[in-house]
């Protein structure tokens, strides 16, 4: 009984999540479930905020300061994309109250998994995650694209969760424990099955987070998902499969780190190089942000590669101000709406600085904060990311961040190009976007002023790995 | 250290004022006149508090002065300020140019006049901000951010080519910049700080001082830039809109200068002195080979560029001997060069307001519809190829003298660029000026206007000042550069 009260966030989201099931069907008022759903979700933030650190069930369940950090982050995640859905759901054609109770389906997916400190929690917290997350991508059942991201995601997804499953048999066999500090406790350095093991389980864990070479689901699954769910897909599920990521290989196996840090180099490497010359090539604003998020995790692979304090700090960091970059550049993306049609091609936004002159030089600023130009956000990011590569002499690492960094910079440019160095053409509309300018005008003033007192952030990061090394 | 301030402010200014300008409003003519006259007085402001550093500055203390130091991002990375007699001066040149840019952009900027002055405000504060911040990470954000405004002003209200042009100069500055960056988280690693002065008194080892020194090479070398890189300057500066190409040649280019001094040889004084000759080959090259193209150009801006690329290579020979009279030369070549070939460039947009060409052949014959402008172009064109008694020739003959005593085959070489440098520019204002007046379109031109020569007058009378009386000059910069060239030699042995 004792355990239950430190997953109270999470009962008291799944009861929420219930009733408002329950209450949905008798009260067709989506705007309402939605709001009730934000609201849920806050006070989810302050019961986390509350919480003792315990490790339950048996120490399959940690609540740390690192659960705590990424929780809070995913659930601003989760209550940024509800924002997002309230104010496109008509025009969008998914008017649909399960909506939000499946974001908190997922969300409550996604806290198991920070918190999972054991191969079978891990793995329950994964699926609630993702059965959530493809039915949300096949939400808008009238749209071909939408279904097929739906099937898409599902059987890839599927796909990855059986080599996932495979893999954490197989650590199970060659260790005899679920457990991520019995794993390392027990651990038998010269296993060749545990090794095995590992590379299974990543797998399935570099699908998750969408790193090359599993990324193929994520282009289509961006474009075809409507866009409050891609925005969902951007922020919240890539944060809590990259803290599980961390646990699992710094908890259980961090004392033969040799082995699956070269694996985590390779993804590394392949998702920021493939990412910075796929992209160029793209016409889909969401297909282009698909790429370049699998360029993001690229370069927030590099501070797991490291396995250093300084490379898990780096990691939270870049994620903290990935976060805030993806909340600006969906909440555009749905700002850009004509006679309730939307626009997903990179040509339409062609001349917009005309009509929308504040607009568009702040997104024209994101772009080069995704770009990582200084003194925008996103470089700093990439400077911490940099520096604990450097600090644990992963210069080649390094070199070729930088290398894809000048590389991706131009298809950000291109969107600035394309912005307001092109032909104007009709206008947006501007009326609609008032709930989106409450995540648009914040984010992007974070992102422009950060480099005037980046410790808060830094703070924060280095609070949470304390749990960890 | 002073009670106010005074950088902090210098380089805040303009981003209060970019907060005032997105407050006005902007749809018809008179509200763009208002936004032009309000980024003018901002600019002047600058200016003025500017020039208040001259007055408060020591002269006698060759350290750094007007310090500010404020803990930032973490330990060893701080917000560091300070000007000493090497950046001084080219503080002020930045905010002088500033409002010279805006005032020179009143007519010939026709739209989205609120997004040109946002981005020139914005770039000043990113200028300011380079010849300031005594920590390495500050200098990097200020000269990184730099690009984001100039990518904006070629891009949006430049000329025909201008997408691949600001593309070209993004790229190739970032692409150089981003190992600059390793070598600052290198140095940060290994030493636990970026503060100037500290790594002044470092010693670096000799092959970590090798490796990044090319490091802080590879970016300053395309920013000032060296032949071979040049490439995207004469592209950056045809498309650029005036005032564009006023400030690239006028501060951009010089921020590359200055971190040669202030980095490269201060810091790694080894790896300096290992790969002097390497830079005076360059800078050779550079001087003859760039001189030569630009006698060939049809373009006025393209000409102007390659010359720019020219007058660079002295500086970089005048920084590498490691005297006091390379050095001093160097600096004053620099601002020289930044006035004169702002002015030139000023100078061609005067022309190309008129009659919306740049084609040398389009024109001839001025002299006799525009006296007073044929004067001014005559002075900097003069002072551009060298001639005693203006700035052109303190600086070149300076870092002259000072490779003489170094190498004298260098030496021969780089006073054939002088040579050259009349050719080309002698025979550009010959061209443009001279000759008879029969060219149909040209009977329509008129003289400078009040605005105009509002903005000639200070650079002229700066160009003869420092050419006739460098003494000002040279008494501020030298105290700072005798202990730069101390400290290298102190190092070196």
């Known amino acids: ?469 | 250290m002073s009670e106010i301030p005074i950088l902090s402010i210098l380089i805040f200014i303009p981003v209060v004022g970019i907060f005032f300008m997105l407050l006005i409003r902007n749809n018809d003519d008179q509200s763009s006149q208002n936004l032009k006259h309000t980024a003018l007085w901002i600019a002047f402001l600058n200016f003025i508090i500017s020039l208040s550093l001259l007055f408060s500055f020591d002269l006698n203390n060759p350290d750094f002065q007007f310090v500010e130091k404020y803990a930032w991002i973490e330990s060893g990375i701080s917000y560091h300020l300070g000007i000493d007699g090497v950046s001084i001066l080219f503080v002020i040149l930045t905010t002088m140019l500033v409002p010279i840019c805006i005032l020179a952009s009143y007519e010939s900027i026709k739209f989205s006049v609120k997004e040109y002055l946002i981005s020139f405000l914005a770039l000043e504060t990113f200028m300011i901000g380079v010849f300031c911040s005594l920590d390495l990470v500050l200098f990097y954000l200020f000269f990184e951010g730099g690009l984001i405004p100039m990518f904006l002003i070629i891009g949006i209200w430049g000329g025909e080519r201008r997408v691949y042009s600001t593309f070209k100069f993004f790229l190739y500055t970032l692409a150089g910049s981003v190992f600059m960056l390793l070598a600052i988280i290198y140095i940060f690693i290994s030493t636990g700080t970026t503060d100037v002065e500290t790594l002044l008194m470092y010693n670096f080892t000799t092959n970590e001082q090798l490796i990044l020194w090319i490091a802080f090479f590879t970016s300053f070398m395309v920013k000032i830039p060296m032949w071979p890189f040049h490439t995207w300057l004469p592209d950056a500066h045809v498309e650029a809109p005036t005032a564009g190409s006023v400030i690239l040649a006028g501060v951009l280019l010089k921020m590359a200068g200055y971190g040669f001094i202030r980095f490269s040889i201060g810091i790694f004084p080894d790896a300096s002195e290992f790969f002097a000759p390497f830079i005076f080959s360059l800078s050779v090259i550079a001087i003859i080979v760039t001189s030569l193209i630009a006698l060939v150009q049809e373009d006025m801006k393209k000409l102007i560029a390659y010359s720019s690329v020219a007058h660079m290579g002295f500086v970089t020979l005048g920084i590498f001997t490691f005297t006091v009279q390379g050095i001093e030369g160097g600096i004053i070549q620099m601002i020289s060069h930044g006035i004169v070939s702002a002015a030139l460039f000023l100078c061609v947009g005067v022309v190309y307001d008129r009659l919306h060409t740049r084609e040398i052949a389009r024109y001839g014959g001025l002299v006799s519809k525009m006296p007073f402008y044929s004067f001014s172009f005559m002075i900097f064109i003069l002072a551009s190829l060298g001639l005693p008694g203006t700035s052109g020739f303190v600086g070149e003959f300076l870092v002259l003298l000072s490779i003489f005593s170094i190498n004298t085959y260098f030496a021969i070489f780089a006073t054939t660029g002088v040579v050259l440098a009349a050719t080309y520019s002698l025979w550009l204002y010959r061209r443009i000026i001279f000759g008879a007046l029969i060219k149909d379109d040209l009977s329509e031109m008129f003289d400078l206007t009040r605005r105009e020569i509002i903005i000639f007058l200070p650079l002229i009378i700066l160009t003869i000042f420092i050419g006739l009386y460098p003494k000002p000059i040279i008494n501020i910069i030298e105290p700072s550069t005798e202990k730069i060239v101390n400290q290298i030699k102190m190092k070196l042995d």
């Not at chain 1, 936004?349 to 600023?365: C, D, E, V, Y």
């Not at chain 1, 904060?369 to 080649?396: Q, R, T």
Request: hydrophobic share 55%; with cysteine; proline share 3%.
């Open chain 1, 1 to 469: 009984m004792q355990s239950l009260v430190y997953i109270l966030p999470e009962i008291f989201l799944f009861i929420v999540a219930t009733v408002l099931l329950v209450t949905g069907l008798f009260l067709k008022n989506v705007k309402l479930i939605n709001s009730l759903a934000i609201f849920s979700l806050l006070v989810a933030v302050i019961l986390i905020l509350n919480q003792p650190f315990q490790s339950a069930f048996l120490n399959s369940f940690v609540v740390d300061e690192f659960s705590l950090v990424l929780k809070v982050i995913i659930l601003i995640g989760s209550i940024a994309s509800l924002i997002m859905f309230v104010s496109s759901k008509d025009d969008l054609n998914i008017n649909i109250y399960e909506f939000p109770i499946l974001i908190i389906f997922s969300t409550i997916g996604m806290m198991v998994m920070v918190s999972a400190n054991d191969l079978l929690a891990m793995f329950i917290g994964l699926e609630l995650q993702s059965l959530s997350l493809y039915v949300l991508a096949a939400l808008n059942r009238n749209s071909l694209l939408s279904s097929e991201a739906g099937i898409k995601y599902f059987i890839l997804g599927a796909l990855s969760s059986g080599l996932l499953l495979f893999g954490i048999s197989y650590i199970y066999g060659f260790s005899g424990n679920t457990n991520f500090n019995l794993i390392a406790v027990n651990i038998n350095p010269e296993s060749l099955g545990l090794i095995i093991g590992i590379v299974f389980v990543l797998a399935g864990l570099a699908f998750k987070v969408s790193a090359v070479p599993f990324h193929m689901w994520t282009p289509d699954v961006y474009q075809g998902a409507p866009t409050p769910i891609t925005g969902f897909f951007a922020l919240a599920p890539k944060i809590a499969a990259m803290g599980l990521l961390v646990r699992f290989l710094f908890n259980s196996f961090g004392e033969i780190y040799i082995d699956w840090q070269q694996i985590i180099f390779f993804i590394s490497i392949a998702s920021m190089m493939l990412a910075a010359f796929a992209a160029i090539a793209q016409t889909n604003l969401k297909r282009l942000m698909a790429y370049s998020s699998i360029g993001h995790i690229g370069y927030a692979l590099i501070g797991v590669a490291c396995f250093t304090d300084e490379g898990l700090r780096s990691l939270l960091i870049y994620l903290m101000i990935y976060l805030i970059m993806n909340i600006a550049v969906f909440a555009f993306l749905l700002s850009l709406k004509r006679n309730d049609g939307y626009f997903e091609n990179i040509s339409d936004l062609s001349g917009m600085h005309k009509n929308h002159p504040l607009r568009t030089m702040l997104i024209a600023l994101i772009m080069f904060s995704l770009a990582g130009i200084p003194p925008l956000a996103g470089f700093f990011g990439k400077f911490y990311i940099f520096v604990a590569a450097i600090e644990s002499e992963m210069l080649f690492l390094a070199i070729i961040g930088v290398v894809a960094s000048v590389i991706s910079a131009f298809y950000y440019l291109r969107i600035v190009k394309i912005m307001y160095f092109d032909e104007p053409k009709e206008e947006f509309d501007g009326s609609s976007i008032k709930s989106l300018n409450l995540l648009y005008y914040p984010s992007s003033i974070l992102i422009i002023i950060f480099f005037i007192y980046p410790s808060p952030v830094i703070n924060i990061s280095e609070y949470a790995i304390q749990s960890i090394i």
